[in-house]
T-cell receptor
């Protein structure tokens, strides 16, 4: 079993829909990250959080430390949101990142 | 503009040849990382370096080598000993003052035939 699990693996939405991507982890963490990878491959950090909730524009990330679970929400989704969204956790003595396998999101106009 | 540069974006090599992937950063970051990404799998750590002239193996270091002679540069050599070298390779870096946050480069897609 992977230490970081994401669901769903693939998600297709219509423009304007509210989207939720989930991440569960099984290790002790210092921080949890949500990353965005566009088709070209480059990765951009969206959020880094260790408790509570963060919001940036139409994106909201939440984390529940007790339940070892995080969600990424996208409000009023747009085709330009189409990308792979990756959950990763920083854990262990070396602060290494442990990555989920990603969620491929396609937002159709 | 500060950032991480990886070159080239696409690289093709024949089996049996060593190939070196470039990673340069002008962020004055102390630590640098190399990850490999394969379809359906999360990124996996190949090597990392926390200071110049020092580096450690990650989870999948076999068949790879690195050097860290300058703070700005962390090249990765994919040797002929790497059994499945075709993959997408990502370089990342972080500042010592922000231990949990890594910045990623644009990646190099290596195809070995």
């Amino acid at each position: 079993k992977n230490e970081v699990e994401q669901s769903p693996q693939n998600l297709t939405a219509q423009e304007g829909e509210f989207i939720t991507i989930n991440c569960s982890y099984s290790v002790g963490i210092s921080a949890l990250h949500w990353l965005q990878q566009h088709p070209g491959g480059g990765i951009v950090s969206l959020f880094m959080l260790s408790s509570g909730k963060k919001k940036h524009g139409r994106l909201i990330a939440t984390i529940n430390i007790q339940e070892k679970h995080s969600s990424l929400h996208i409000t009023a989704s747009h085709p330009r949101d189409s990308a792979v969204y990756i959950c990763a956790v920083t854990g262990g003595a070396t602060n290494k990142l442990i990555f989920g396998t990603g969620t491929l999101l396609a937002v159709q106009p | 503009d500060g950032g991480i540069t990886q070159s080239p974006k696409y690289l093709f090599r024949k089996e049996g040849q060593n190939v070196t992937l470039s990673c340069e950063q002008n962020l004055n970051h102390d630590a640098m990382y190399w990850y490999r990404q394969d379809p359906g799998q999360g990124l996996r750590l190949i090597y990392y370096s926390q200071i110049v002239n020092d580096f450690q193996k990650g989870d999948i270091a076999e068949g790879y080598s690195v050097s860290r002679e300058k703070k700005e540069s962390f090249p990765l050599t994919v040797t002929s000993a790497q059994k499945n070298p075709t993959a997408f390779y990502l370089c990342a870096s972080r500042h010592a003052g922000t231990p949990y946050e890594q910045y990623f480069g644009p990646g190099t897609r290596l195809t070995v035939t």
